[in-house]
């Protein structure tokens, strides 16, 4: 044990920790978009694999990985258009729907991959980006200021999310419509195109974080995502639909994942303790839960559809 | 009329499958008939199919009796691989009794471990008021990564230690646990009957007892039931239970059913559950969320999940498609219930026009559980 706390391992596990956490957090800072305005997107986690593998191919191809970020995002955005269509417009149970959405991008980016590349080529992801200065900090340098630009985009989001939802006039608009989305009409807030806006956003992070983890893991495969974008949606609630309670969540998973890799890796636990290790968060999430609802109140118009006059 | 949607919803998911097809460079009318020839063509693939379609029939049952009570229960992943895990543990515990008392033991020990991993969340969303899709996910994954556990750790076949390849996987099971072959030279085994049998007792349970009237009437109106002294926590632990115990039964089935006679792990849950946890929820929304119409529902299913296979072989067009179009049909079947709805409220408008009494009040409002077919003919008679 005593190997695990030489300050090298510590550095690397916590490094890799915010590394680990960047796909829950993109996905999970836009699934709190959505939800503030009303509206669970449950098929995250199938828009995160469809994100993925526009990405991986792309720069699979030679696009590049900016490229690969783009097409990321329009996937996301025109999977999130669907989303929205269905929960907006067409007012279907959002619990269900989300299902659907989340087979279709399991099932479609399954396909395409087997269909357009078989064998899982890894690719480059973003070079370390070592902030000047900051990254030659003893300790804090290697931990927080020598990863690619996409972990940093993550963390930004989170002060970014956090002003646009609390101290503009779009954020309003987006609480409002999600606490009571009749009187938010009176007032001449359009709740449909509100919530059109934000599952749209929502889902274009997921694609981001689809993107990331692909990216940052050099490597597409069926299911790569193994759930991550249910998980997303169960730290909007973790983290009582604020962006900073969420990203608290996800460093929460990020970092179990991290330390687990590691005391594995270095044979401190047996191979077979660490699915035990990984059901910590699920279990915390769960207290975390039971917590929170005593505590917390949900935006009050979540999951239900608005119908003027209704 | 209101049949008609699922139908549609089906059709046009074809529609979208048929596009794909040809954007992948295969002849849509080549595959749809390697698919049903895969599904249907003889008496092995037919057994194949109905075999493919018992998990989703006892998942979309056990889907329904949650959603008639209003709750939303997608823990039916997790709750088929506890099934298994306690089925195959205690087949594992006891490798010497007889068939007859073994192989009922078995299932109903798949039975418990389903209800307990049902009950978890019903518990959670009554009293502590925890949002049950949230609680069942997260049990899902606490799930996966026990089965993975004990399957690579206390409950792994002692012969994949000594020989080192390791294979996350249980020594064969007592042959007292393998269900009977019903068709010689099939796979058809017992599990078609049990599934169906499970379906017209959870049926009856709905509509032809106090308990499952409640649990129905919870779901329609939990505060009128509440005012009738309906007791609408235990309903909501209680639907939540059974949904979990058929799901178990489910996971039992699939590892007492299987090829090998043994519980395999692959690391994920799909793996081992062909997503049947998920897929059920398909076929229950098929099958107008009800026990009987579920059935023909899960064959259908099972047939697409099972043509899949011979479509990828003939067309190379990988059978994963069937996984997305299936999320197609979800995707319609939810999003068509706008227009049922607008169906229903058209009629009533109609009857307050004609001033038709008994047609207002007999139609039901907006409280119906979303997708849900209007409530059957019987009274309240149990309202007293």
């Given amino acids: ?310 | 009329m209101g049949t008609l949607f699922p139908v549609a919803a089906v059709l046009a998911a074809l529609v979208v499958g048929a596009v794909m097809l040809l954007l992948l460079g295969a002849s849509p009318g080549e595959g749809f008939a390697a698919m049903i020839d895969g599904a249907f063509g003889g008496p092995r693939e037919l057994a194949d199919t109905v075999n493919k379609a018992v998990p989703l029939l006892l998942v979309g049952v056990g889907i329904t009796i949650a959603f008639r009570a209003n709750v939303i229960n997608i823990g039916g992943e997790g709750q088929i691989v506890l099934g298994a895990l306690t089925a195959t543990a205690l087949a594992l515990a006891l490798p010497d009794w007889p068939a007859v008392v073994l192989l009922p033991l078995g299932l109903a020990a798949g039975l418990v471990g389903g209800a307990v991993w049902g009950a978890v969340p019903g518990a959670l969303k009554a009293y502590f008021g925890v949002n049950e899709i949230l609680s069942t996910i997260m049990l899902n994954i606490v799930a996966v990564q026990g089965m993975n556990y004990l399957l690579r750790g206390p409950m792994i076949d002692p012969a994949e230690i000594e020989s080192g390849s390791r294979i996350p996987q249980t020594m064969r099971l007592p042959p007292a646990t393998d269900l009977p072959v019903l068709v010689p030279d099939t796979r058809l085994n017992l599990g078609a009957v049990i599934a169906v049998v499970a379906a017209v007792v959870v049926y009856v349970f709905l509509w032809r007892t106090t308990y499952g009237y409640r649990i129905r009437a919870v779901g329609l109106n939990p505060f009128a039931s509440r005012y009738a002294g309906i007791d609408v926590k235990r309903s909501t632990v209680v639907a939540l239970t059974l949904s979990g115990a058929l799901c178990g039964l489910a996971g039992a089935i699939l590892v007492f059913g299987s090829e090998s006679h043994r519980m395999v792990t692959d690391g994920s849950t799909t793996g081992f559950t062909g997503s049947a946890g998920f897929n059920g929820i398909v076929a229950a929304l098929f099958g107008g969320l009800h026990p009987i119409g579920t059935i023909p529902a899960s064959f259908l299913f099972g047939a697409l999940l099972v043509g899949a296979n011979r479509l990828q072989r003939v067309t190379q067009v990988p059978s994963a498609l069937v996984i997305a179009l299936n999320g197609l049909v979800v995707v319609f079947v939810v999003s068509s219930a706008i227009w049922k709805r607008r169906l229903e409220q058209r009629a009533q408008l109609e009857a307050v026009q004609t001033g038709d009494q008994a047609a207002q009040t007999s139609l039901p409002g907006d409280v119906a559980p979303a997708a849900a077919d209007p409530p059957g003919r019987d009274s309240g008679t149990d309202d007293g």
């Fill in chain 1, 1 to 310: 044990m005593g190997e695990f706390f030489t300050s090298a391992v510590l550095v690397s596990t916590v490094a890799s920790g915010l590394r680990l956490s960047t796909s829950y957090l993109f996905a999970a800072v836009g699934e709190t978009f959505g939800q503030r305005s009303g509206v669970l997107n449950l098929g995250v986690d199938g828009i995160m694999l469809l994100g993925a593998f526009g990405a991986y191919y792309t720069v699979l191809n030679g696009g590049g990985l900016w490229l690969g970020m783009v097409v990321a995002i329009t996937v996301g955005l025109v999977m999130g258009l669907a989303m929205a269509f269905t929960s907006v417009t067409l007012q279907a149970e959002q619990g269900i729907s989300g299902i659907g959405f989340y087979l279709f991008g399991l099932g479609l980016s399954d396909l395409l991959f087997q269909k357009l590349v078989g064998t899982p080529l890894p690719i480059r992801g973003f070079p370390e980006l070592r902030i000047p200065f900051l990254a030659d900090l003893p300790v804090v340098g290697e931990m927080l200021f020598s990863h690619s630009i996409v972990v940093y985009a993550a963390f930004l989001l989170v002060p970014v999310a956090a002003f646009v939802l609390n101290r503009t006039t779009l954020g309003l608009k987006i609480r409002s419509v999600g606490e009571n989305p009749e009187a938010a009409d009176t007032l001449g807030v359009s709740v449909a195109g509100v919530r059109y806006l934000t599952v749209m956003t929502g889902s274009a992070l997921a694609g981001l974080g689809g993107a990331a983890l692909a990216t940052e893991l050099g490597i597409f495969q069926q299911n790569l995502t193994a759930g991550q974008g249910f998980i997303a949606v169960a730290l909007v609630y973790f983290g009582a639909w604020r962006p900073v309670g969420v990203m608290a969540g996800s460093l929460l998973y990020g970092l179990v994942a991290s330390v687990v890799l590691q005391l594995k890796t270095l044979g401190i636990i047996p191979r077979s303790a660490s699915e035990l290790a990984a059901m910590l968060p699920a279990v915390l999430t769960i207290l975390a839960l039971v917590v929170a609802v005593q505590r917390e109140r949900q935006p009050a118009a979540l999951t239900k559809p608005y119908e003027r006059g209704a």
